[in-house]
């Protein structure tokens, strides 16, 4: 599974998550199921090195 990084906005606030996912579309839904205030800016493969230095949030798998 991959790491996507997804840049969100929500009441005027910008905010950055790390989703595990099979594919984007995959990774950007996850995030509006969770959030659904939220507005999807952007979705991007995780940068290892850039993220280590600059962290995000991260939306936790829901066990069913």
């Known amino acids: 599974m991959l790491e996507f990084t997804v840049g969100i906005n929500i ?4 905010e950055s998550v790390t989703v595990a996912a099979e594919d984007a579309l ?3 839904l996850k995030v509006k199921c969770e959030r659904p205030d939220a507005l999807i800016n952007y979705v991007r493969r995780r940068n290892r090195r850039g993220d280590i ?3 995000h949030g991260a939306i ?3 066990s069913e």
């Open 53 to 55: 230095r600059h962290p």
């Open 60 to 62: 936790a798998a829901k």
């Open 26 to 28: 995959i990774a950007a």
């Open 11 to 14: 009441a005027g606030k910008h």
